[in-house]
């Protein structure tokens, strides 16, 4: 694979994706076998699949306590509303991400790269997810819970028979 790449790189300023590789592999004069060759040491696509199950499952886990800490810790009449609250919450943080993305293209130079490029992209996130991790740590400390848990208040309007 080394061989390749610094064929390609030769030919390339900074090749950033596979077909870019392939292209300047094909400038070289390279064949589709010798090509094959460098890409059968590729990680399966196996170790992707797996990477979205654990991320699905982590999501699926988070999203079930974190409703069901909204729906214990509002009153009757408010649990729609709450739940409506944390899904608010998701969507602006998709929206977030979204944003990230729109500003990395149209902050691209002319090779393609951004101030985010590579590892750097995920460190930014990992570097929000701590400072709002550390704004939780501060908000749990001095939240005092009350659990409103649906049918078990006494209905004043009831009448026992």
């Not at 094909?26 to 699949?49: L, R, Y």
Request: proline share 4%.
């Amino acid at each position: 694979m080394q061989q390749l790449w610094l064929s390609v790189k030769q030919q390339l300023q900074q090749p950033a994706k596979l077909r870019d590789v392939v292209r300047g592999a094909k400038a070289i004069g390279w064949t589709q076998d010798q090509i094959a060759e460098h890409t059968s040491v590729m990680p399966n696509i196996g170790w992707q699949f797996l990477a979205y199950l654990i991320l699905t499952s982590a999501e699926i886990m988070v999203s079930i306590v974190c409703l069901e800490f909204a729906y214990t810790q509002s009153p009757p009449r408010m649990k729609s509303f709450v739940m409506g609250v944390y899904f608010l919450g998701v969507s602006l943080g998709n929206f977030y991400v979204s944003g990230v993305n729109t500003i990395m293209d149209q902050t691209r130079d002319a090779n393609g790269h951004t101030f985010l490029d590579g590892p750097t992209y995920y460190y930014a996130f990992a570097a929000a997810t701590l400072v709002a991790s550390a704004g939780y740590i501060v908000f749990a400390m001095r939240y005092k819970g009350d659990t409103f848990i649906q049918g078990e208040q006494n209905n004043p309007e009831a009448v026992e028979t």
